[in-house]
């Protein structure tokens, strides 16, 4: 059946007919078929940050970790899977490896618009870094909220620790 499509195409092709082929940029070619940092972190681990983020209209799924230094606040290392198109693989690849080595308040600053225009998306393809804009800031809340349950935490420990003294 490809076969037959290929033929028709190159047929058309050879009649002097315009096809019009949609090409993606080296950037986000050479992410998916070089995807950085694919995998994943312990989600139960304290010092890692999960965001799960979607597209519904497209059936992209994204999800970003970062492990996060508890002493200095510095990302250390960062981890992507992703299910859809090459432009939403290739922004998560660009995410990760543009956080690492960041502090959390810098990765914050990172827009959908530096990862589109850095990948040569076309506008139809934006949605992607969108998502990936969104999983970091899902990544940094998940981690900032683990942060804040620990403190918690310890201060109710402390707290009957003192009451029981």
Same mark, same amino acid.
């Given at each position: ?6 033929? =028709? ?10 096809? @019009?082929?949609? %090409? ?9 078929? +070089? ?8 989600? +139960?681990?304290? @010092?890692? &940050? ?13 999800? %970003?970790? !970062? ?18 198109? &090459? @432009?939403?693989?290739? @922004?998560?690849?660009? $995410?990760? *490896? ?13 827009? +959908?618009? *530096?990862? #589109? ?17 969104? /999983? !970091?800031? /899902?990544?940094?809340?998940?981690? *900032?909220?683990? =942060? #804040?349950?620990? #403190?918690?935490?310890? *201060? $109710?420990?402390? /707290? ?6």
């Amino acid at each position: 059946m490809l076969r037959v499509g290929a033929k =028709r195409v190159l047929e058309t092709a050879s009649l002097g007919v315009r096809v @019009s082929a949609r %090409l993606y940029h080296e950037r986000v070619v050479d992410h998916y078929d +070089n995807p950085r940092n694919v995998g994943s972190f312990d989600k +139960n681990d304290p @010092s890692v &940050g999960t965001g799960l983020v979607g597209a519904p209209a497209c059936g992209d799924v994204m999800k %970003l970790q !970062i492990k996060v230094d508890d002493k200095t606040g510095k990302i250390v290392d960062a981890r992507f899977k992703t299910f859809g198109c &090459g @432009s939403a693989i290739a @922004s998560s690849s660009v $995410a990760t *490896e543009w956080v690492k080595g960041k502090q959390m308040e810098e990765v914050l600053s990172i827009k +959908n618009t *530096e990862i #589109a225009k850095h990948l040569s998306l076309p506008p139809v393809k934006l949605h992607c870094s969108m998502l990936a804009e969104d /999983a !970091i800031k /899902a990544a940094v809340k998940d981690y *900032e909220a683990k =942060r #804040a349950k620990e #403190a918690a935490s310890a *201060e $109710a420990t402390t /707290a009957d620790m003192s009451a029981t003294a």
